[in-house]
């Protein structure tokens, strides 16, 4: 499975080293968000590959809500716990908790729609920025802090009107954030397509904090330091 390379398992736990973490983010999300770099003092794995890890152990639903509930560090064993209801919890060996999936309608196993939804929905998911948070932070007139940028998951959710979808195709249907003092609360929805026929949306809550009134050569320089890192890898 195309996930091997980002994670191990040992006595039924799964672990994510920094450097996997990292690879994942770059590789496949197209993520270049400093804190998922192996040396930040911040680093955290991503949320996206939480969701994949998900999707690869339990199966795709056709109604799936993704809510993050601490942010996870490098070298954690972890437990994923399918609960009666069909609750999906991913925690620590001491109890914390960093994932709760709730899900219904109808589910698929298939590795390759499985696998290509992952790729689709973490390929759409990794072009957040520059694409889609540059315009909509200026909009706001408000920008993070560019020596510490904080850009976090909160929950994700997705609907589908069937989970045999061959091809899927995310595709930005709409962004907005709204702004309370050093605050953002965006939600970005996306439409989920196949063949060319809307099958779906998902919908993402995403917390930036640290705002400050928006500077374009700052966030030139940004989008700038970003290419170049894109470039590079």
């Known amino acids: 499975m195309f996930l091997d390379r980002f994670h191990t398992i040992q006595n039924g736990l799964i672990r994510i080293s920094p450097a996997q973490a990292s690879q994942f983010a770059r590789e496949i999300a197209g993520d270049y968000n400093p804190i998922h770099n192996p040396d930040d003092r911040r680093f955290c794995v991503p949320g996206d590959l939480l969701f994949a890890l998900v ?20 070298n954690v064993d972890l437990e994923f716990r399918e609960e009666e209801d069909g609750t999906i919890r991913v925690f620590d060996t001491g109890g914390k908790l960093y994932l709760e999936v709730s899900r219904g309608g109808e589910h698929t196993s298939d590795v390759t729609v499985i ?29 993070f802090n560019p020596d510490r940028p904080m850009v976090i998951y909160e929950s994700m959710s997705l ?27 965006a939600l970005l929805e ?10 779906g949306f998902v919908a993402k809550k995403i917390v930036v904090s640290g705002l400050r009134e928006y500077d374009p050569e700052v966030m030139d320089q940004v989008v700038a330091q970003f290419n170049r890192l894109k470039e590079g890898s």
Do not use: W
Not at 190 to 199: A, F
């Open 115 to 143: 696998e290509n939804f992952s790729r689709c929905y973490v390929a759409a998911s990794g072009k957040n920025f520059p694409h889609t948070f540059k315009p909509l932070l200026e909009r706001k007139g408000v920008m």
């Open 159 to 185: 609907s589908l009107e069937r989970v045999d979808i061959p091809s899927p195709s995310l595709d930005m249907h709409n962004a907005d954030m709204e702004v309370a003092g050093k605050r953002g609360n």
């Open 190 to 199: 996306y439409r989920v397509t196949s063949g060319g026929q809307p099958v």
């Open 55 to 74: 999707l690869g152990q339990y199966g795709l639903s056709q109604e799936m809500t993704f809510r993050f509930r601490n942010l996870l560090g490098g």
